[in-house]
Structure formats: structure tokens, C-alpha cells
């Protein structure tokens, strides 16, 4: 057996078990590049059949993008004018400096308000198949309108009310003709929810998970590659796959488990039921993404999680009837950190036209 130099190898679910003979074959069983072969093998068909990359653009078909266009939401999305009492952005609930989020379980309105809902992440949302916890929004061009005219949000009183206040402002005069060129009138409510929208399509952070599924072996380390086999083997993938790994269906919150019991959350929030009064809906929510899911803390629909390996249990629990070992927790965390990625750097600039004197 001493000089046995065969490598018996057993993929058993998320488990890898390696048995060797003799003792430098043991050292080199264990050996960071073997791990990393072995791991690469198991994920090998799984990695291309439940995910995708990011693309490298999220246009709208229906509409066309610019750089002026662009530009003029940048200056939009900073802007506390577009709140009744100049006191909010957009940014200030999805703040681009900490992955488009605020931290909060409830973000303050225009008077301090706190809203019923979570602030999702703006970052990649554009790929979203549609918009808002229940999905009540097609895209981010619908999307970008609605927090200004919700008066616990915004509160801007009318369309016509924030048309009219902008019109004053000869930037924005100069901007919109910019970003609209050949319009009559292009200073509309319309228009400035293209472009805030034109500028969210912008906000795409690809990560070492992408180039991991482009075919860099080391983009992972060991763990995070042992987190996606459990991942996959334990069923998170049935409803966290493809390009945003989630952020594709709905699915109801407590398929195994009620969630308020696992999340200790003080308001029972029904979900989709809220708009289609279908009882098929209730405790409906669109999945969310997991991209940057490691920055976007806390979690879930009324943020009642901040903790989160406590989510990625308490998911286990509520989704799977699955009771997840400390290891395999663990390493799925792991895992959901490579899924962080940059914000393009211009876009956490707070644009000049806004600089104060």
C-alpha cells in the first residue's frame, strides 16, 4: 500500500470525499489545485444549466438610450428636487455608494415617513422581470415614476407639479433638450422617467462569479465553489437561477414554514394578494436577486434579517423544509459574497450640475 498511487474519488450530494493510500498521495489529495479540479468537475454541467453571466448592457427595446440621456438621469436620480420638500433623492433610499441600498428595514419619505417595504437594490434591476416586491411595475421606465408621486414616498403632489418646478431650473432646460433633441415641449413627466430609467440600465455589476462562468478556474476560491455545489444540490437554485439568480417569478414567502415564524416580523405583509385580492397570491413576492446580496442587508420584503447566514437558514427552513449543517451554510454564504460586484464608478458621483456654491 505504500506506494499506491490511486485516487478513489465519490461525489456524494454536496459532500466530496476523497480516499487515497499512502502518504505523500494523501498530501496531494489534499492540495489546494486538487480541490479546486474536483470542484470544477462537479460544477462543470450545473454552473452552465442554472446560471448565466451578466450582459455586458440592459437596453429597453422599446426605447433608446444616450449619453445625454444618460447624463440627465444621473443629475435626476441625485436630485432632492424631485422630493415635495427638496429633502430626498432617489439615491437616498438606493444610495449607489452602498450597493444601491440604504442598510434600512424602511426607508424615511419626504417627511420621515417610513415606507411598508424594503428598499430593494436598483443595481442591475433593469434585468428584473418586472419591478417592486408584488412586481406591480413592467420595467424601470414605469418604475422611476411611481416613488416620486407616492405621497409616503416623495410626495410630489402631480406630474404637472414637478414638470413645472423643473422647467424653472435652466440646467434642466438645457439637459432635456440635450437628451430629447427634436421634441417640442421634451421637459415632461414622460421624459423624466426615461431617463432616470436610462441611467438605472446602466448600473450593472458583474462579478468573480461571472468570470468564473466565462471559464476562470481561480475566480473562486475552494469554499465559494463548495457553496455553489450546495447551493445547487439543496434546491436554492429552483427559485435563485439564471442571470440575476432570482429576480424572475413569483414565489410565496413560507412554502414550508409561515415566515413571520422564522423571521420574528412584527407586520404579516401578504404580498401579491395586496393588489390582485386572489387568494392563489397570498404571501406572494417577486424572488430576489442575490447579486450583491452580501451588501444589501437586511432582508427579505420588510428587511427583518440583517444577518446573513441567519437568511440563508432561515430560507432553508421556509422554501426547502431543509435544516442546513453549519458547514453547508457557511460555505453558501461564502459563495453569495462572489456575487458582489462594482458600481460603475461614475454613477457614485454625485453629478457637478447638483455641486452647492
Not at 450582459?55 to 440627465?72: F, G, Q, Y
Not at 411598508?116 to 411595475?137: I, V
Request: aromatic share 10%.
Amino acid at each position: 500500500m505504500k506506494h499506491t498511487k490511486l485516487y478513489l474519488l465519490f461525489a456524494i450530494g454536496s459532500h466530496v470525499f476523497l480516499s487515497a493510500c499512502g502518504k505523500k498521495s494523501s498530501e496531494s489529495l489534499d492540495s489546494d489545485a486538487v480541490q479546486h479540479a474536483q470542484y470544477d468537475e462537479a460544477l462543470k454541467i450545473k454552473k452552465i444549466t442554472y446560471f448565466q453571466s451578466l450582459p455586458d448592457k440592459a437596453p429597453n427595446p422599446e426605447k433608446t438610450s444616450s449619453e445625454s440621456k444618460i447624463k440627465l438621469g444621473h443629475v435626476l436620480y441625485y436630485d432632492v428636487r424631485l422630493s415635495k420638500n427638496n429633502t430626498i433623492s432617489c439615491n437616498s433610499c438606493h444610495n449607489l455608494s452602498k450597493s444601491g441600498v440604504d442598510n434600512l428595514p424602511f426607508s424615511p419619505g419626504d417627511d420621515g415617513t417610513l415606507g411598508g417595504r424594503n428598499s430593494p437594490t436598483t443595481l442591475n434591476a433593469a434585468l428584473h422581470f418586472k419591478q417592486f416586491w408584488d412586481g406591480r411595475a413592467k420595467d424601470v421606465e414605469e418604475q422611476a415614476g411611481m416613488p416620486i408621486l407616492n405621497p409616503v414616498e416623495m410626495a410630489i403632489p402631480s406630474q404637472d407639479f414637478l414638470v413645472k418646478r423643473l422647467s424653472e431650473i435652466p440646467m434642466y432646460q438645457d439637459l432635456f433638450k440635450q437628451a430629447f433633441p427634436g421634441e417640442k415641449n421634451p421637459l415632461t413627466y414622460s421624459n423624466i422617467q426615461k431617463a432616470i430609467a436610462a441611467f438605472e440600465r446602466e448600473l450593472l455589476t458583474p462579478s468573480r462569479f461571472d468570470q468564473y462562468l466565462k471559464g476562470d478556474s481561480r475566480a473562486l476560491t475552494v469554499q465559494e465553489k463548495k457553496g455553489m455545489l450546495s447551493f445547487i444540490n439543496i434546491g436554492c437554485v429552483n427559485c435563485h437561477s439564471g442571470t440575476l439568480l432570482g429576480g424572475d417569478q413569483f414565489q410565496k414567502f413560507g412554502a414550508y414554514v409561515p415566515y413571520w415564524e422564522l423571521t420574528g416580523s412584527k407586520n404579516i405583509d401578504k404580498g401579491l394578494y395586496e393588489i390582485t385580492k386572489n387568494e392563489m397570491d397570498m404571501y406572494m413576492f417577486k424572488v430576489p436577486s442575490l447579486r450583491n446580496v452580501a451588501k444589501t442587508f437586511p432582508y427579505f420584503h420588510d428587511g427583518s434579517v440583517k444577518d446573513l447566514e441567519q437568511a440563508v437558514r432561515i430560507m432553508g427552513k421556509a422554501q426547502l423544509k431543509y435544516e442546513m449543517s453549519d458547514a453547508e451554510a457557511q460555505n453558501i454564504v461564502a459563495f453569495l459574497k462572489s456575487l458582489s460586484g462594482e458600481v460603475p464608478g461614475f454613477a457614485k458621483e454625485i453629478p457637478k450640475e447638483l455641486a452647492r456654491k
